[in-house]
């Protein structure tokens, strides 16, 4: 028998959700695209094809809360972690905003720079004080950091609940 007879459709599916799994896992690590909703998709196409049962249910469960709060843990991480260096709540608001319209101007790297660029200048205004509206800026760089590695784990784990349903 070829060894091509061996891919069912079933085998298939499961290739073909895990290859976009590693990608969503891959673009954790640059903000290019989100991963973890990435990874969350590929799981729910594959429930919908392959069909949820009670295990692909509680699974798919669990994967919705990793993803939401991995998706909002690192705006949680940014934000603590600048205001930990002394950045007021309004700039670290106006550096998330800016964040989100750097990543459509610039994507890959716009979002980061106009966070960083935003709330360096809103913390130079308000302490009149380069240094340490340097250092709230590096909070967030830090804070970036990790919510980068969180988020990375998260993904792990999502992958790993994926793979006991879908082999299981």
């Known amino acids: 028998m070829p060894f091509w007879e061996s891919f069912t459709p079933d085998l298939i ?3 073909v959700t895990l290859t976009f799994m590693l990608f969503g ?3 954790l690590l640059i903000p290019i695209l989100p991963g973890l909703v990435i990874i969350w998709a590929a799981a729910l196409g594959y429930g919908i094809f392959a069909g949820f049962g009670a295990l692909g249910w509680a699974m798919f469960s669990i994967l919705t809360v990793l993803m939401l709060s991995g998706s909002f843990a690192d705006n949680v991480l940014m934000g ?5 260096e002394g950045a007021s709540w309004w700039a670290i608001l106006l550096a998330l905003v800016a964040a989100i319209a750097g990543n459509f101007a610039l994507p890959i790297i716009g979002g980061v720079l106009a966070a960083l660029l935003t709330l360096f200048l ?3 205004a308000r302490l009149k004080n380069h240094r340490k509206a340097f250092s709230t800026m590096r909070g967030l760089l830090v804070g970036c950091g990790w919510a980068v590695a969180i988020r990375f ?3 792990m784990v999502m992958i790993g609940l994926w793979m006991i349903w879908a082999w299981s």
Do not use: D, F, T, Y
Not at 80 to 84: I, L, M, N, W
């Open 13 to 15: 599916s499961r290739i």
């Open 25 to 27: 896992l891959a673009v």
């Open 80 to 84: 603590a972690s600048a205001r930990k």
């Open 122 to 124: 809103i913390e130079w």
């Open 153 to 155: 784990i998260i993904g």
